[in-house]
């Protein structure tokens, strides 16, 4: 590991300095040190001491201003490390670089500085000037650079809305913390890709008005965000420049969506042959077939007109890749192909691979197989996921890939988003030169059934399976009163709680909603649940004319873990099943809290109390999700979805029978039952909303894709059908507000109270 100490002053462009670390600290064998004055406070403190004193190699931002702070920490370094063989300075010089301070004339000697220069046009320095930078440091450090891939280290944002406040007046630019985690400086804007364009062949009266470049959809329709941020009588008396200036207009600022639709022009359609490539990731949903269908039938539409109204001689050639299984199809070379070369090859009847997916268009799961590539989107694994990229793009290339659609989830759409930029690195010859790099144009359409991708309205299918969950309820329902006990149901939710929460308002009878967001305690959830069981034993007794069970009903996301987990952790078992020493558990687990939880209980091993008989897999499971701040990265560990289940239905039946049996026998014979009706609701068939929904989605990726749109996801913004920037998708993950209207009516209707 080699420690990196980055010195610069404040008075320069932290921006840009910002931005190098956070490419060079996702370097593998680098510790990067960077100290930030602005929110530790402007002192020499024994942090930076500690740092120069480790650091090998000392990176010294030589920009319009030299502090005496920057100087000192230069200057100290040097005493400690200026002669060692293995320590080195490096010194990046910016625009306009103010003279060396007589203090440092020994620490720039002998030293060939990495020039940075303002692009020609530019007032300012950019992302790419950043890029190289830390290329040039990670390689003289390294010898390696693994290039940005676009995807920050973590969620960023929870919400569409949190995300909007950063960009609109007063503030007009997210603050540092954000930009520092990998949000845009300034809001994405999608530019069609340049190359000789033509006139679009289909008619309007055929597809519908041609959108223009100008026709857009603001990103949000509160009439905050379209007035005069102030109306005091000062504001009055001012110009009307000043005033247009303090009007909070979102078209204005540019903070719009560009509306989805055909194009007057496209880049794509008078090549020899266009080869499409068709993939789906991650679970399934219903509406996938739908979506598919869609996109091939608008594909063959734009090639039966290109060919018959071209006076080449040549042929039009469609070849459209369907990947069986998702990216691990693509790499292994399985494809569904469909050719269009000849007349009535758009005919079903003669064209079966065409068929074959035309006759599947409105039925549930997905005709062409999926699989899950978390290596694509690992936000862990910086070096495997690079390897994987890399691998993909290749085969995109080998392929001769034009457009490739993606269908998926959150993970599918962080994928797309890293193949588009490093795409587009290789093609600006950023890592190295590469003969075989090409431009591929990469669409993501989203795919999920916990409803949890930013900037989607509703995902397809999530409504189809929210019905399917209310029909498993109502079931279950029937089950649990008839012979009365308290079921325990888990559906989807790795990250968040939408499913659950439509299913629990939707449901007859539902005693608590568990959901990521919201923090609880086996012993807050066992007062409720006795709080909603008791009366309905005792209202039974009382009025024995009428059926009155006392049941109970209780819906949970995957990742519903309650806080004093750890309480029901035999930790002695557990550390001899992964056979370590209590230090060797300790020293690796972060978190302090649960690190002194753990030790005490360790201590005390005589202490009698209930204990789950968890496996080896599901307490590492549930020690990384903690350690990721209880929140899951990729797919849910199938480790997890069962301690989370185990450990709310195993202690809530012990706590009924012990606890409750103790003062009515009745409790003491109660049992728990759980059920995962997951599967049952993302293979459902599509209702028919979700099939127009999904060819509707086909259609309009391939309307933009046609005219050169890359690195966007179609999607339905408010009331409209929108091109929504992966840049912006990539920020974070969408979760329920616990403080928002809708979560607060699942709570009513589960009578929950505080449970933590």
């Not at 990539?730 to 507000?737: A, E, I, M, N, Y």
Request: contains cysteine.
């Amino acid at each position: 590991m080699n420690n990196v100490f980055i010195s610069f002053n404040l008075e320069n462009d932290m921006w840009f300095i910002k931005l190098v670390h956070l490419y060079l600290k996702r370097q593998p064998g680098l510790k990067v040190f960077l100290y930030d004055q602005h929110e530790h406070g402007d002192r020499f403190d024994s942090k930076i001491g500690a740092a120069i004193s480790e650091a090998s190699y000392f990176v010294f931002f030589r920009g319009r201003k030299i502090g005496d702070y920057q100087a000192a920490e230069a200057a100290r370094w040097f005493k400690l490390h200026g002669e060692a063989p293995d320590c080195h300075r490096l010194i990046v010089e910016l625009p306009s670089p103010d003279q060396w301070p007589e203090k440092l004339f020994r620490f720039h000697e002998e030293v060939h500085p990495i020039k940075v220069s303002l692009p020609d046009g530019e007032q300012r320095l950019t992302e790419r000037n950043a890029s190289k930078c830390a290329a040039e440091l990670a390689r003289s450090i390294n010898r390696t650079w693994i290039p940005y891939d676009g995807l920050p280290e973590k969620y960023i944002f929870d919400y569409e809305k949190d995300i909007i406040e950063q960009f609109v007046p007063p503030r007009n630019s997210p603050e540092d913390k954000y930009l520092y985690e990998g949000c845009p400086e300034n809001w994405p804007v999608l530019i069609p890709r340049s190359g000789k364009r033509h006139d679009n062949p289909l008619k309007t009266s055929e597809i519908g008005a041609f959108r223009n470049p100008d026709d857009t959809v603001l990103v949000d329709v509160r009439s905050k965000y379209h007035k005069p941020l102030s109306s005091s009588p000062l504001k009055q008396k001012s110009s009307k420049i000043q005033q247009k200036c303090q009007i909070c207009c979102l078209a204005e600022k540019g903070l719009t969506f560009l509306e989805a639709g055909p194009r007057k022009k496209l880049l794509h359609g008078l090549e020899i042959q266009l080869n499409v490539g068709i993939l789906v990731t991650g679970g399934i949903a219903p509406g996938i077939n739908a979506v598919i269908a869609g996109l091939i039938e608008r594909h063959v539409l734009y090639w039966k007109e290109q060919v018959r109204k071209s006076h080449s001689k040549n042929t039009h050639n469609l070849k459209i890749h369907c990947y069986l299984d998702g990216f691990c199809g693509l790499l292994e070379g399985r494809i569904h192909l469909i050719e269009f070369a000849k007349a009535d090859d758009e005919d079903p009847q003669s064209n079966r691979p065409l068929a074959t997916i035309l006759n599947n268009a409105n039925t549930g799961g997905a005709v062409l197989g999926t699989s899950r590539y978390d290596q694509l989107s690992n936000l862990k694994a910086l070096e495997k996921r690079n390897d994987a990229l890399n691998s993909v793009l290749n085969k995109l290339w080998t392929d001769k890939i034009d457009i490739l659609y993606v269908i998926g989830g959150d993970g599918s759409m962080k994928a797309a988003h890293a193949l588009h930029t490093i795409n587009e690195s290789w093609l600006r010859g950023d890592p190295s030169a590469n003969a075989n790099a090409r431009t591929v144009s990469i669409i993501g359409i989203p795919k999920t059934m916990d409803n949890d991708i930013l900037w989607v309205w509703q995902s397809f299918g999530f409504m189809s399976a929210v019905e399917k969950a209310s029909e498993c309820l109502r079931l279950l329902h029937t089950e649990s009163m008839s012979n009365p006990r308290l079921c325990v149901i888990q559906l989807f939710g790795s990250d968040s709680g939408f499913t659950v929460s439509h299913a629990a308002l939707a449901s007859l009878q539902c005693d608590t909603a568990l959901i990521p967001e919201m923090h609880f305690n086996m012993e807050g959830l066992f007062r409720h649940i006795r709080k909603r069981l008791k009366p309905r034993l005792q209202y039974r007794l009382q009025h024995s004319g009428e059926q009155r069970s006392p049941y109970g009903m209780i819906v949970m996301a995957e990742t519903a873990v309650p806080e004093d987990w750890y309480c029901y952790v035999n930790w002695q078992e557990h550390l001899q099943r992964i056979k370590q020493t209590p230090d060797e558990l300790l020293d690796r687990i972060k978190d302090e809290n649960l690190k002194v939880t753990i030790r005490k209980q360790l201590q005390n091993p005589k202490i009698t109390r209930f204990t789950i008989d968890l496996s080896r897999e599901e307490v590492e499971a549930i020690i990384t999700f903690v350690e990721n701040e209880r929140r899951v990265y990729g797919q849910t560990p199938d480790a997890l979805r069962t301690v989370s289940l185990r450990l709310v239905s195993q202690v809530l039946q012990y706590r009924i029978q012990n606890d409750m049996g103790q003062y009515d026998p009745y409790w003491k014979s109660f049992r728990v039952f759980t059920s995962e009706p997951r599967h049952l609701l993302r293979s459902s068939p599509p209702s028919a909303n979700d099939i127009i929904s999904g060819r509707r989605f086909g259609t309009l990726a391939v309307d933009n894709a046609m005219a050169g749109y890359s690195d966007f996801m179609i999607s339905q913004w408010l009331t409209e059908y929108v091109l929504v920037p992966l840049s912006l998708v990539v920020l974070g993950r969408k979760r329920v507000p616990a403080n928002g209207i809708f979560w607060k009516s699942v709570l009513a209707k589960t009578d929950q109270k505080e449970m933590s």
